[in-house]
């Protein structure tokens, strides 16, 4: 039976259990232990507590208590706002929580039907999650060459470093595998290739411009081959009409306005590539010599 420093787990978890069993509006209640004594999985603290409930209170948001000595987190979201960290990107542990965490409360199968529906890693998902890597892949690997051209390495080394991690994500997500649930343990397994790039950056004798400058000539490949698959949510979306879209309409597109990533850069770097056609529209009222953007 697990325990924390000596202390049953299942004693807390049952507390919690009978404390939020009757209240108004749960959905449902997990648990998620600390498996390691230095692991941030859960922000540090000893025991993680998730409350899915359909009153919203920003009060609640997230509290830190002490439990028979022991240091809980205490996550109160909405199913709305589960969900969304879910797609989103911004909070990678949130697949983790779900994976490993022990569901005590659940109204109706919610957050057993979510978790399954998560680790089935459903295509629409996938795209999500590999546009908003390739989105990260960009940007870090942008800058490092900007970095790089600046004379500033390290700073160099730490982006395009940033940007092997985006890409090992990709090649995750392309064998339907959570990107979350571990990286260079497995790399070698799923992408060799990407494997001994990240050893040529990290451990080779050469110096480190030469270093930096080794990876961003793979990246440059890869931005190349992996641009329109990886890219093929927002294409889709840009083929679903005839009218060519603005870049607000895009933004609060159902599938990508919860998504964490900056699209401004990802439909230049498209355009730039010949695989989306920008286009200058004339205004109807105000400035007349302003032209808008569009995209198709």
């Known amino acids: ?15 919690f259990k009978a404390a939020y069993e009757h209240q108004e509006g749960l959905v449902s209640l997990a648990a998620i232990d600390n498996p390691f004594p230095y692991n941030p999985l859960i922000d540090g603290l000893d025991l993680l507590i998730i409350i899915v409930t359909e009153r919203e209170n ?17 996550r109160t979201v909405t199913p709305a706002t ?3 960290w879910t797609r989103g990107g911004e909070n990678r542990s949130i697949i983790q929580w779900l994976a490993r965490g022990d569901i005590l409360l659940d109204r109706d199968n919610y957050l057993a039907n979510l978790r399954d529906g998560l680790l089935s890693f ?3 998902l996938r795209s999500q999650k ?10 870090t690997y942008l800058q490092a060459k900007q970095d790089l051209q600046d004379n500033n390495l390290l ?17 995750f997500i392309e064998k339907g595998v959570h990107p979350e649930l571990g990286i260079w343990r497995q790399m070698r397994r799923f992408n060799p290739g990407i494997y001994k790039l990240y050893e040529e950056l990290t451990v080779s004798p050469e ?7 080794l990876v961003l000539l793979a990246c440059e490949f890869s931005v190349m081959s992996k641009m329109k698959s990886s890219c093929g949510l927002l294409l889709s979306i840009l083929e679903s009409r005839e009218e060519p879209w603005s870049i607000m309409e895009l933004q609060q597109h ?5 998504l964490h990533m900056d699209l401004s850069l990802l439909l230049q770097k498209l355009v730039k590539r010949g695989y989306v056609r920008e286009v200058a529209y004339m205004p109807t009222a105000g400035d007349m010599e302003v032209l808008e953007l569009r995209y198709h």
Do not use: C
């Not at 924390?4 to 004693?11: P, S």
């Not at 590999?130 to 940007?139: D, H, K, P, W, Y």
């Not at 110096?207 to 400058?213: A, F, G, S, Y």
């Open 1 to 15: 039976m697990k325990a924390i420093r000596g202390i049953d787990v299942e004693h807390i978890k049952s507390h």
């Open 130 to 139: 590999e546009l908003v890597e390739f989105g990260g892949f960009i940007r």
């Open 58 to 74: 920003p009060a609640k948001g997230t509290e830190h208590i002490s439990f028979d000595g022991e240091r809980v987190q205490i």
């Open 122 to 124: 459903p295509p629409v």
């Open 82 to 84: 589960l969900e969304q």
């Open 254 to 258: 159902s599938m990508l306005s919860e």
């Open 207 to 213: 110096t480190l411009e030469k270093r930096v400058q």
């Open 155 to 171: 700073d160099a080394y730490s982006n395009i470093l940033a940007a092997l991690n985006h890409w090992a994500h990709i090649a």
